[in-house]
């Protein structure tokens, strides 16, 4: 592509009515906040004019500067400056895909989903292996087939809500891949959970784990099983924070796939209960108790206290 | 496809081959044994032929690797020191819980190597420079013994060559009935037969491929009656409702086929996995039961049992085995000293302390001179 091209058309108003509300073949938005750019448009206009394209019978298309017409829209606004590209300029699609490309990582960092939906359409138009090599490092992704396909699979089978998760940094990548093997209506229940209890990271894969695990287990869809886990928030415990319910709702669905565990955690904490131990003495189980070794801490603050400390715990009942 | 293929349940749609594995005289009687078999030459994707791990492609290949490697086990736990005779990689069985699934996955097809031939005096240099040591080398770490042998004809290379050492076993490891190779080939010495077992509920349901525990035990009564020694691995261990009287029908099945005298050892290990098989079995085998127990990450990094759900397996079927003869030989595959005391009552300590105890039982039966005890 020539890159003075573009800058050659020259400016021209297009009433916005012209101009079709659907983002269009080479749109890379997704889940942006439109406020900014109104508030920017409202206060010194529009700054760098959108690129268009008139085929005939249809409405003009966005090639680039889809969010800045859909400002403009939002504020009424008649017509807008900007660059058409006509049918006699026999600018090509790909052409058109990467001024938009080139337009936006100029100007800022796209989302995950967003990169989705760039790869998604130059596979359109380019060999597998170009993209991989050219393009996902363009985007500051690593440059492999698997990572491909990932992306490709987001963008043509995710759900809008999970799209929203991912766009909003919300969701792990290890957790949407968990979530890209389950059914929409089950990933809609697991979503709906992990964004009421907003669950950190390592908390979703816990929850999304255990829940297919019960699934598979008892035999049951998984959106069967969160309602008979009843975890609407309304539910749980209202004298308890947020972070304090995510604990108890995982403690919950940890107790039903995991029994045996977990008694075994609850009898081990009894135990050392039963100890009494002083303050500054904790006796910890190694992980998962497979270990063979348990762990003594004491706080103490010089050589003294720590003999006293010693004797103390000499002196405990029940620990032979 | 040839008849004998067809006949021990092999279906090789394809052959991909290495440019530097043509000249094999292995390759040419795999090839032979073919005819009409499309033959690829490398360098073609091999996940393009088949929509799952290539069960049916053949990849013929020139191994650039040691043939004989330390089975890796790790210092976590006690590790038996068997020593993995590698002639392929991958199985032509599709076994639920195989960790090969999760191994292999960027190479699926059925990779035999070619150049064994060549490099199998290096291996038999190594066994034979250190005479002080033995040797217990197995084939099935990473395909089934003989699941290949009608195609490859490993056996007619190896047996003789491991028959006549004196400080080595080979231990031919299956969940097949192909013997037919073994049975006529005259070596007994130094040859072990062994055959992995499981509940037959376990075995129908997640061991697709493999013979039934009623055929690999038909088939072990027959080899041991044409004068080989038997192995047998319970492994993998997978409780779930009934897992007591199923385990149970197969030792009565054992009793009533088996000479257990003529057993050199039987081990017991449970399901164990790295984490990224898990989304691998959910995707290629959704009915799947093995997922089902109480998993904790092992000191390995691996999946395996609640500690107590591992002692009581092991405890219930060295009960059972126990009770059926005393000295067959248990032991445990990669498990704690802690595991091993709770649940056989013993422990061997250290990985060389289960080396010693295997080493022994090598002793016992072959008698350092080639002939079984």
Same mark, same amino acid.
């Given at each position: 592509?020539?890159?003075?091209?573009?800058?050659?058309?020259p400016?021209?108003?297009?009433?916005?009515?012209?101009?079709?509300?659907?983002?269009?073949?080479?749109?890379?938005s997704?889940?942006?906040?439109?406020?900014?750019?109104?508030?920017?448009?409202?206060?010194?206009?529009l700054?760098?004019?959108?690129?268009?394209?008139?085929?005939?019978?249809?409405?003009?298309?966005?090639?680039a500067?889809?969010?800045?017409?859909?400002?403009?829209?939002?504020?009424?606004?008649?017509?807008?400056?900007?660059?058409?590209?006509?049918?006699? $300029?026999?600018?090509?699609?790909?052409?058109?895909?990467?001024?938009?490309?080139?337009?936006n990582?100029?100007?800022r960092?796209?989302? $995950?989903?967003?990169?989705?939906?760039?790869? *998604?359409?130059? *596979?359109? %138009?380019?060999?597998?292996?170009?993209?991989?090599?050219?393009?996902?490092?363009?985007?500051?992704?690593?440059p492999?087939?698997?990572?491909?396909?990932?992306?490709?699979?987001? &963008?043509?089978?995710?759900?809008?809500?999970?799209?929203?998760?991912?766009?909003?940094?919300?969701?792990?990548?290890?957790?949407?891949?968990?979530?890209?093997?389950?059914?929409a209506?089950? =990933?809609?229940?697991?979503?709906r959970?992990?964004?009421?209890?907003?669950?950190?990271?390592?908390?979703?894969?816990?929850?999304?784990?255990?829940?297919?695990?019960?699934? %598979?287990?008892?035999?049951?869809?998984?959106?069967?099983?969160? *309602?008979?886990?009843d975890?609407?928030?309304?539910?749980?415990?209202?004298?308890?924070?947020?972070?304090q319910?995510?604990?108890?709702?995982?403690?919950?669905?940890?107790?039903? =796939?995991?029994?045996?565990?977990?008694?075994?955690?609850?009898?081990?904490?009894?135990?050392?209960?039963?100890l009494?131990?002083? $303050?500054?003495?904790?006796?910890?189980?190694?992980?998962?108790?497979e270990?063979?070794?348990?762990?003594?801490?004491?706080? %103490? =603050? &010089?050589?003294?206290?720590?003999?006293?400390?010693?004797? &103390?715990?000499?002196?405990?009942?029940?620990?032979? | 496809?040839g008849?004998?293929?067809?006949?021990?349940?092999?279906?090789?749609?394809?052959?991909?081959?290495?440019?530097?594995?043509?000249?094999?005289?292995?390759?040419?009687?795999?090839?032979?044994?073919?005819?009409?078999?499309?033959?690829?030459?490398?360098?073609?994707d091999?996940?393009?032929?088949?929509?799952?791990?290539?069960?049916?492609?053949?990849?013929?290949?020139?191994?650039?690797?040691?043939?004989?490697?330390? +089975?890796?086990?790790?210092?976590?736990?006690?590790?038996?020191?068997?020593?993995?005779?590698n002639?392929?990689? !991958?199985?032509?069985?599709?076994?639920?819980? +195989?960790?090969?699934?999760?191994?292999?996955?960027?190479?699926?097809?059925?990779?035999?190597?070619?150049?064994?031939?060549?490099?199998?005096?290096?291996?038999?240099?190594?066994?034979?420079?250190q005479?002080?040591?033995?040797?217990?080398?197995?084939?099935?770490?990473?395909?089934?013994?003989?699941?290949?042998?009608?195609?490859?004809?490993?056996?007619?290379?190896?047996?003789?060559?491991?028959?006549?050492?004196? !400080?080595?076993?080979?231990?031919?490891k299956?969940?097949?009935?192909?013997?037919?190779?073994?049975?006529?080939?005259?070596?007994?010495?130094?040859?072990i037969?062994?055959?992995?077992? !499981?509940?037959?509920?376990?075995s129908?349901?997640?061991?697709?491929?493999?013979?039934?525990?009623?055929?690999?035990?038909?088939?072990?009564?027959?080899?041991?009656?044409?004068?080989?020694?038997?192995?047998?691995?319970?492994?993998?261990?997978?409780?779930?409702?009934?897992?007591?009287?199923?385990?149970?029908?197969?030792?009565?099945l054992?009793?009533?086929?088996?000479?257990?005298?003529?057993?050199?050892?039987?081990?017991?290990?449970?399901?164990?996995?790295?984490?990224?098989?898990?989304?691998?079995?959910?995707?290629?085998?959704?009915?799947?039961?093995?997922?089902n127990?109480?998993?904790?990450?092992?000191?390995?990094?691996?999946?395996?049992?609640?500690?107590?759900?591992?002692?009581?397996?092991?405890?219930?079927?060295?009960?059972?085995?126990?009770?059926?003869?005393?000295?067959?030989?248990?032991?445990? +595959?990669?498990?704690?000293?802690?595991?091993?005391?709770?649940?056989?009552?013993?422990?061997?300590?250290?990985?060389?302390?289960?080396?010693?105890?295997?080493d022994?039982r090598?002793?016992?039966?072959? !008698?350092?001179?080639?002939?079984?005890?």
């Amino acid at each position: 592509m020539n890159p003075y091209r573009v800058s050659e058309i020259p400016l021209q108003e297009v009433a916005l009515d012209d101009i079709g509300d659907a983002p269009g073949p080479f749109c890379m938005s997704f889940g942006f906040d439109l406020e900014p750019l109104i508030s920017s448009i409202k206060t010194v206009g529009l700054i760098n004019p959108p690129i268009l394209r008139s085929d005939p019978g249809q409405k003009i298309a966005v090639v680039a500067g889809y969010r800045r017409i859909k400002a403009l829209k939002s504020l009424n606004a008649v017509s807008t400056p900007c660059r058409l590209i006509e049918r006699h $300029d026999d600018m090509p699609p790909l052409e058109c895909l990467l001024l938009n490309l080139h337009d936006n990582l100029s100007t800022r960092r796209l989302n $995950d989903v967003e990169k989705g939906m760039v790869l *998604s359409r130059l *596979s359109a %138009f380019v060999p597998r292996q170009e993209i991989v090599t050219q393009y996902m490092p363009l985007l500051g992704l690593s440059p492999n087939e698997k990572g491909l396909l990932f992306f490709l699979e987001m &963008e043509t089978h995710f759900d809008v809500k999970i799209k929203t998760f991912v766009s909003e940094g919300r969701l792990s990548w290890r957790a949407v891949k968990m979530l890209s093997d389950i059914d929409a209506a089950s =990933r809609a229940g697991l979503l709906r959970v992990i964004s009421e209890l907003m669950l950190n990271i390592n908390q979703q894969l816990q929850f999304i784990d255990y829940i297919v695990d019960l699934s %598979f287990i008892e035999k049951n869809p998984i959106p069967w099983i969160l *309602s008979e886990l009843d975890l609407d928030r309304n539910h749980l415990d209202k004298n308890t924070n947020r972070p304090q319910q995510a604990k108890a709702v995982l403690n919950r669905i940890k107790t039903r =796939r995991n029994p045996s565990i977990v008694k075994a955690e609850k009898k081990f904490s009894r135990a050392v209960i039963n100890l009494n131990l002083p $303050d500054g003495i904790l006796i910890s189980a190694p992980p998962f108790f497979e270990g063979e070794h348990y762990r003594l801490e004491i706080l %103490f =603050r &010089e050589g003294e206290d720590l003999k006293n400390r010693l004797q &103390e715990l000499l002196r405990i009942q029940g620990l032979d | 496809m040839g008849w004998n293929l067809l006949m021990n349940g092999l279906h090789i749609r394809r052959v991909v081959l290495d440019k530097d594995a043509s000249s094999y005289a292995l390759t040419r009687q795999i090839l032979a044994g073919l005819p009409g078999v499309p033959v690829h030459s490398s360098g073609l994707d091999p996940h393009l032929f088949d929509g799952e791990p290539g069960k049916e492609t053949l990849h013929l290949q020139h191994y650039k690797g040691d043939f004989l490697k330390p +089975c890796p086990g790790t210092r976590e736990y006690i590790c038996c020191g068997y020593q993995i005779l590698n002639l392929a990689a !991958n199985c032509p069985l599709d076994c639920s819980y +195989c960790i090969l699934q999760s191994y292999f996955v960027n190479q699926p097809s059925l990779r035999v190597f070619v150049n064994l031939e060549e490099q199998l005096p290096d291996v038999l240099q190594v066994i034979d420079s250190q005479p002080g040591r033995i040797f217990r080398v197995g084939t099935g770490e990473f395909t089934d013994s003989l699941a290949l042998d009608p195609m490859t004809h490993w056996s007619d290379m190896l047996l003789p060559q491991f028959s006549r050492r004196k !400080n080595a076993i080979l231990e031919l490891k299956t969940k097949t009935t192909r013997i037919s190779r073994v049975l006529a080939s005259g070596y007994r010495d130094r040859i072990i037969l062994s055959w992995s077992l !499981n509940g037959p509920w376990i075995s129908a349901k997640e061991e697709k491929g493999a013979a039934s525990i009623e055929k690999r035990v038909e088939a072990a009564r027959q080899c041991q009656s044409e004068g080989f020694i038997l192995g047998f691995h319970f492994d993998p261990l997978v409780p779930y409702p009934g897992w007591r009287d199923d385990y149970a029908r197969t030792v009565e099945l054992l009793d009533r086929r088996i000479d257990p005298g003529r057993i050199i050892w039987i081990s017991m290990g449970s399901f164990r996995f790295m984490p990224a098989l898990k989304p691998i079995i959910r995707r290629r085998h959704p009915t799947s039961g093995v997922l089902n127990g109480e998993f904790i990450i092992g000191l390995d990094g691996k999946m395996r049992y609640f500690k107590p759900i591992r002692i009581e397996l092991y405890h219930v079927i060295r009960h059972l085995l126990e009770a059926w003869h005393p000295d067959l030989g248990l032991y445990l +595959c990669m498990e704690s000293d802690e595991v091993w005391r709770s649940s056989m009552g013993w422990s061997p300590k250290t990985s060389s302390g289960l080396r010693e105890y295997l080493d022994q039982r090598v002793v016992k039966f072959f !008698n350092g001179t080639g002939q079984p005890a």
